[in-house]
């Protein structure tokens, strides 16, 4: 196991307030001791805490000593996926650290802090088990926030059985299954975002509709597919092939000349940064691109792509999940958030930290709606969800909507972003169930 790493994020805070035996004293924010022997369980141990952030009240509470609420949070923070994990983690601690300098949550007579403890489940099945046990046995929480798709699903393996919330960002509609009740989806899956996309293709580009549909094996793009092709086909877009290359690819030419055969209007790219600056840069290599349009619905990681592709290779691709966080269609709060973030950070966050941000306000939404922090009694309560978000585009509204039997998808107002003179521009405001706007 790595060497436990501690983070105080909140130390610019102010003091907490703390009670011991029965006395009310104030203290520097330190990090809470850390376990130092995780819970037995049949898969690989998670790697170590890599932050538990104690909560800093904001303003004098009124209703007495605060009582805390931990909130669960995991991602992958090194190695696959660490981009996404950062963004994640991050903006669970930014919501949590305003949440208490707001000062807290009151409800029912009593008023609470938040605090986060953050695992870094890495991205598999076992070791998102582990940090599920660590979560919910050792830890105690009622509420877990992550992002991933195979490391949330063993996560819920933990979850559900103890009846304890899941708010995820993951493509995968199994996760959100009927029968898995206490787990939502805080973004959207590829249904949510080919609907979106195509209405922007279908403005843009009426009289094309042949889509040819590549992406790398795995059960993340695969399910993806399953929900978004057959979609794609009942609103008028005739499929011309589909593929799923072998994840250890390094020559995508082969691919990219079977794909020029087929003609396609549009080649739909289900993929991460790192396959995906190859694919353009033998797209327009050999002659596919631009004359065919390439859309990236996973698109994030794009300066990743384009170090590898190159500026020509990548002129005029879509892409979703980033964008210019300070151009047109984004709130002047967005804005503001962005640039709170990287001033903070050092680099740009990411649409998870938009997601993830929002989806804790979310979560006390609930709390209030319900007068309750029983996770038996706000897992019927956020289905109804429908509020304001604090951090993405113009107007946008956050609620869910039925994916497979039960209102667990979250659905919200997204960029469509394309590659444009050497940078990222924003094209369109869209929505899975409205017209876009491009002004």
């Keep these: ?12 805070v102010l003091s907490v307030v703390i009670l011991i035996t029965g006395a009310v004293c104030t203290a520097t924010p330190t990090s809470t001791p850390i376990p130092t022997q995780a819970p037995a369980t049949t898969g690989p141990t998670p790697t170590p805490v890599v932050l538990i952030a104690t909560p800093t009240p904001g303003a004098a509470p009124t209703m007495g000593v605060p009582e805390i609420l931990k909130i669960g949070n995991y991602g992958m923070i090194a190695g696959v996926g660490a981009a996404y994990g950062r963004a994640f983690t991050h903006s669970v601690e930014l919501a949590v650290e305003d949440l208490n300098l707001s000062g807290g949550l009151l409800l029912g007579g009593k008023r609470y802090m938040f605090q986060v403890i953050t695992l870094d489940s890495g991205y598999a099945v076992d070791t998102g088990r582990a940090t599920g046990e660590r979560l919910v046995n050792t830890e105690k929480v009622k509420y877990v926030f992550g992002v991933g798709t195979a490391n949330s699903l063993g996560v819920q393996e933990v979850t559900e059985k103890n009846k304890v919330l ?3 960002e993951t493509w995968s509609n199994p996760v ?11 973004m959207m899956g590829g249904d949510g975002q080919e609907a979106s996309i195509y209405s922007v293709m279908k403005a843009l580009y009426p009289t094309k509709n042949k889509v040819y549909y590549q ?4 059960i993340t793009w695969r399910q993806g597919y399953e929900v978004s092709i057959p979609q794609n086909e009942k609103n008028g877009y005739q499929t011309v092939g589909i593929d799923f290359a072998d994840p250890a690819i390094t020559d995508w030419y082969p691919v990219v000349t079977k794909i020029k055969v087929a003609k396609p209007d549009f080649v739909d790219l289900f993929m991460s940064a790192v396959y995906a600056g190859p694919f353009f840069k033998a797209a327009h290599e050999l002659g596919l691109h631009p004359g065919t349009q390439l859309i990236w619905p996973v698109g994030d990681g794009v300066q990743a792509a384009l170090s590898v592709a190159g500026k020509e290779a990548a002129e005029g691709i879509y892409f979703t999940q980033e964008w210019d966080w300070y151009g047109k269609f984004m709130s002047d709060t967005g804005k503001a958030y962005a640039k709170r973030y990287k001033d903070r950070f050092g680099e740009e966050t990411t649409i998870h930290g938009f997601l993830a941000y929002d989806m804790v306000f979310g ?3 609930a709390m209030k709606k319900s007068n309750s922090l029983d996770p038996t009694v706000l897992k019927d309560v956020i289905p109804d969800l429908k509020w304001a978000s604090p951090s993405m585009g113009k107007d946008s509204v956050l609620e869910f909507v039925d994916v497979g039997g039960r209102k667990a998808g979250m659905v919200y107002n997204q960029v469509l972003g394309q590659y444009k003179d050497g940078k990222v521009v924003n094209v369109a405001l869209m929505h899975p169930t409205k017209p876009p706007v491009f002004n």
Excluded: G, H, Q
């Excluded at 196991?1 to 610019?12: E, P």
């Excluded at 959100?176 to 805080?186: E, G, L, M, P, Q």
């Design 1 to 12: 196991m790595k060497k436990t790493r501690l983070y105080l994020v909140l130390a610019t």
């Design 166 to 168: 899941l708010l995820t």
């Design 176 to 186: 959100i299954a009927k029968d898995k009740v206490y787990t939502f989806r805080n």
């Design 215 to 218: 992406s790398t094996d795995s």
């Design 363 to 365: 979560l006390v939404e």
